[in-house]
Nanobody
Framework: QVQLVESGGGLVQPGGSLRLSCAAS????????IGWFRQAPGKGREGVSY????????GYADSVKARFTISRDNAKNTVYLQMNSLKPEDTAIYYC?????????????????????WGQGTQVTVSS
């Protein structure tokens, strides 16, 4: 049974850092693409970062590029999102997701609908 559990959220001051964790079970994190998404109050869910399983390629939304880093620890079966230089606009619930199916061809790894398993989310609040 595929399961994803996020942790590491909290309250941080602007300019601070947090590291989110996404612990996987029922599969290995190098088996399927993993994405991080966020949803701010009153807004839709947006893609933040992804990690492809095939070659380890990573990608980021323009809004977090150079500030966030996605990585994985195969031994712990966990994917991380290191968030630095946090801004108030980064405040949101952060979710990790796995794409456990193969559809062939190109897909947008920052698109919510491409993923079929989701964690419950962890709240990140950036405020002074």
């Amino acid at each position: 049974q595929v399961q994803l559990v996020e942790s590491g959220g909290g309250l941080v001051q602007p300019g601070g850092s947090l590291r989110l964790s996404c612990a996987a079970s029922g599969f290995t994190v190098d088996e399927y693409p993993i994405g991080w998404f966020r949803q701010a109050p009153g807004k839709g869910r947006e893609g933040v970062s992804y990690l492809r399983s095939s070659d380890g390629t990573t990608g980021y939304a323009d809004s977090v590029k150079a500030r966030f880093t996605i990585s994985r620890d195969n031994a712990k079966n966990t994917v991380y999102l290191q968030m630095n230089s946090l801004k108030p606009e980064d405040t949101a619930i952060y979710y990790c997701a796995a794409r456990t199916y193969y559809s062939g061809g190109y897909y947008d790894p920052l698109l919510e609908s491409e993923y079929d398993y989701w964690g419950q989310g962890t709240q990140v609040t950036v405020s002074s």
